[in-house]
């Protein structure tokens, strides 16, 4: 993959073809239902050719493409990391793997689940939400953050409210996190869900940001409730100033 500041994703002007998957005998309705949209995806098939381990690294480079915040020799935190897609990114832009001095730049990688090894990322195998665990990745981090990224998710309830306020819960923990390890004029990028208390987390991150704004990628599937908070120009001294 080539350091390259434009999104490659679906090609245009491909012709696409509706791939139908019949309904066998150990597969429910909604798996069925799932496997033709992933087969039908055509990020899902640009992640293959362009050797992403997920759909999801198109919704970062799309987000990095139009406010460029990953550059050489940053250092980066990416929390729910697995299967390692962002991570791809964030190497791939900062350098960590093939940098040299002050132009190479550091990944690291937390997520409770496996994670196959990434040239140029350091992976952490970790519950975040642990007690403890801010402070093991401080340790490996070794001084301060240049962006905090957060694609963390928990797992589906299939009811909206609940999943809202779990996401929104994961959210607010990374914040604390970003706030607590970021660089003056650092960024934090974390995925939401709209569902009512994403105000009440804006208005957190407008204490410590100089620019917080919502973005929807469109490699961020259309029918979804996820978004994308981004948070950028980290005030080190803000609650002192206010």
Avoid at 12 to 29: D, W
Avoid at 83 to 110: E, L, M
Avoid at 170 to 177: G, K, N, S, T
Wanted: glycine share 8%.
């Amino acid at each position: 993959m080539s350091d390259q500041k434009k999104t490659s994703g679906p090609g245009a002007g491909e012709r696409k073809l509706h791939i139908r998957v019949k309904t066998a005998k150990k597969k429910t309705v909604s798996q069925v239902r799932w496997l033709e949209r992933q087969l039908n995806d055509p990020y899902v098939a640009a992640a293959r050719r362009d050797g992403y381990r997920a759909r999801a690294a198109y919704k970062l480079l799309e987000i990095d493409d139009k406010h460029h915040f990953l550059k050489p020799g940053m250092r980066v935190v990416d929390l729910g990391a697995a299967p390692g897609s962002w991570c791809q990114i964030a190497v791939t832009r900062t350098h960590a793997q093939d940098g040299r001095g002050a132009k190479q730049g550091r990944v690291i990688a937390v997520d409770m689940g496996n994670m196959d090894d990434l040239p140029g990322c350091t992976i952490m195998k970790l519950d975040f939400l642990d007690e403890g665990a801010d402070e093991q990745i401080k340790a490996v981090l070794g001084g301060e953050a240049d962006v905090v990224l957060s694609d963390m998710a928990a797992h589906a309830t299939g009811h909206r409210q609940t999943d809202h306020l779990k996401i929104m819960a994961l959210c607010e923990a990374a914040v604390d996190f970003a706030v607590d390890v970021l660089s003056e004029g650092g960024t934090f990028c974390a995925k939401v869900l709209r569902g009512g208390t994403e105000n009440e987390l804006l208005a957190n991150l407008k204490q410590h940001f100089r620019t917080v704004r919502h973005v929807k990628p469109k490699a961020s599937r259309a029918d979804s409730a996820e978004m994308y908070v981004l948070a950028q120009g980290f005030r080190r001294n803000s609650e002192s100033e206010d």
